[in-house]
């Protein structure tokens, strides 16, 4: 999420953990601290998908109050992804629906938003317990959703991207789209890519399927080399 804003720490190091006040980089499973690159992970998942203190510690298992501290430092390391965070939910909550990114210009809709419009220009002193408890409820899903959405709807824009190039590079080497082909695109899992190919081109595959994937990173993130790593293997290693 960090790489899309282009924080400073996202482009010295990419595998980050917050710790106290603290960035820590730990990458050895085999250093003392490697734990708390994992506890890292975790907060960096439940921040993008707009998780709060109490569920961090759930997750955890930690006191709300060191949760608390863990997500305040986290944005003290990354504050540029607080910035884009905050404005997407203020943009979301007023306008009904989220960004996904400048390139493709797509947007993703909030279902939510006609029930909450309704319920925010009564009089808050006026709703009911019931009433209340929507409010908050349907806020907290769109907040979520308004977070999370920049970050998966980009990913998901970079592999359609890759997929159309991959295409055209197959097309300019002669492969068509047959059930015969030397290649053949046979599936895509989130961030990953899946070809077929005869045991001549597995090479040939590696090399388009990487440089699609690279060439549509760039074409989304500006400041963060995006590196795509092809694995040739008689199976699907997931």
Known sequence: ASCLVGSEMCIRDRFSAAAGHKVVVINDKSHPNFGLRQKGKILGFMISFGGSAFTLSKSLKIPVEEAEELISSYFKGFPKLKK??????????????????????????????????TLITKDYKSLTKEERS???????????????????????????????????????????????????????????????????????????????????????????????????????DH
Request: hydrophobic share 45%; charged share 30%; glycine share 6%.
């Open 84 to 117: 884009m965070f905050d404005a997407s939910t203020k943009f979301a909550l007023q306008h009904g629906y989220v960004k996904i990114d400048e390139i493709t210009n797509g947007i993703r809709w909030l279902p939510e938003f006609e029930e909450y419009k």
């Open 134 to 236: 929507k409010k908050a409820k349907l806020e907290g899903r769109m907040r979520r959703k308004a977070m999370n959405t920049p970050i998966q709807g980009m990913a998901s824009s970079i592999t359609k991207t890759a997929l159309i190039l991959l295409r055209n590079y197959l097309l300019e080497i002669g492969i068509q789209p047959t059930k015969d082909a030397d290649i053949k695109i046979v599936s895509v899992v989130h961030d990953e890519v899946v070809l077929e190919a005869n045991s001549d081109f597995a090479d040939k595959a590696a090399e388009l399927l990487q440089k699609a994937m690279e060439t549509a990173g760039k074409i989304f993130v500006k400041k963060v080399a995006m590196p795509a790593s092809p694995v040739i293997g008689d199976v699907w």
